[in-house]
């Protein structure tokens, strides 16, 4: 498999004692896809499938260590071998259990129109850690509202409306739409 370049592993969860399979990637080859959750982020990563790779977990250490190396391929069979030889152990379904059936989550289609609204994530980080408390009893979670579409232009009609964790508040600007998107997104948008 040649890794995507993405770090898809940043999906994981970091320990679930219960739900072992959340802690690590799933190569799916038949849809020649990477999945991680942690159970509240999900990301679905394009790979590139060898011959050799058969569907299963795919350790976060083996993704990262197998990035290190001259090309960020790995073969994942029985183990999981890195491009200079070594080799790393692979669980299985034996080990975790089954993996989710993340195509129940997903919609039938992609939306078949311009996204509502694009924004550039380090912002929301940002707004987040500048209206949050920020203390160990406390999560930096936001709540956003969309702006209605009917405000007029003068008003932060393009701007996200944040609340955190306390009595303040912010705004934080939409990113435009051609420049925030990947040239496949714009393309797909483009098509429907």
Request: charged residues 25%.
């Amino acid at each position: 498999m040649i890794l995507p370049g993405q770090k898809i592993e940043s999906a994981v969860a970091k320990k679930d004692h219960i739900r072992r399979y959340l802690t690590h990637v799933y190569l799916d080859v038949t849809l020649k896809r990477a999945v991680a959750t942690d159970g509240h982020v999900m990301a679905i990563c394009p790979v590139s499938i060898s011959p050799e790779d058969t569907a299963g977990y795919v350790s976060p250490d083996a993704l990262k260590e197998s990035r290190r190396q001259k090309s960020a391929t790995l073969v994942a069979n029985g183990a999981l071998t890195l491009e200079n030889g070594a080799s790393l152990p692979r669980a299985t379904e034996q080990d975790f259990g089954h993996y989710p059936n993340v195509d129940a989550l997903l919609p039938p289609s992609r939306p078949d129109r311009a996204p509502d609204f694009c924004v550039d994530v380090s912002l929301l980080v940002r707004i987040a850690q500048a209206i949050n408390i920020q203390n160990a009893k406390t999560k930096d979670m936001i709540a956003v509202w969309l702006p209605p579409k009917d405000a007029p232009r003068n008003t932060a009609r393009c701007a996200l409306y944040i609340e955190g964790n306390s009595d303040a508040y912010g705004l934080v600007a939409q990113c435009d739409f051609e420049s925030a998107l990947s040239e496949a997104a714009k393309k797909n948008c483009a098509e429907t």
